[in-house]
Nanobody, 131 residues
Framework: QVQVVESGGGLVQAGGSLRLSCTVS????????MGWFRQAQGKEREFVAH??????????ADSVAGRFTVSRDNAKAKDTVYLQMNSLEPEDTTVYFC??????????????????????WGQGTQVTVSS
């Protein structure tokens, strides 16, 4: 049973920074590519960022490119993916979700933004950016 748990959300002023963390347990971490998504209440889920199992490649939504950075620590006892968020804007306010996608199964790169391709999701962490 894979468990995905996000942390690090909170309240920050516009222009500030936050770092979200996501730990994965239950299976070998390097068998998963990881994604970050966000969803405001009443709105569709939105892709934010993706990182491959090795960390060699990452992809971003246009709305966050240049401001957010996804990374991962594959060292044992870490098994954590991070989302560093800089230059935050009030429009970034919402719940952020971390998700795991099997790296054993082949997926074309463009599908990294497809939420349905991820099998395991965390409960989400709230990010609030005040103006």
């Amino acid at each position: 049973q894979v468990q995905v748990v996000e942390s690090g959300g909170g309240l920050v002023q516009a222009g500030g920074s936050l770092r979200l963390s996501c730990t994965v347990s239950g299976r070998t971490f390097t068998t998963y590519a990881m994604g970050w998504f966000r969803q405001a209440q009443g709105k569709e889920r939105e892709f934010v960022a993706h990182i491959t199992w090795s960390g060699d490649h990452s992809y971003y939504a246009d709305s966050v490119a240049g401001r957010f950075t996804v990374s991962r620590d594959n060292a044992k006892a870490k098994d954590t993916v991070y989302l560093q968020m800089n230059s935050l804007e009030p429009e970034d306010t919402t719940v952020y979700f971390c998700a795991a996608r099997s790296a054993v199964q082949y997926y074309p790169a463009h599908t990294c933004s497809f939420g349905r391709s991820y099998g395991c999701w965390g409960q989400g962490t709230q990010v609030t950016v005040s103006s």
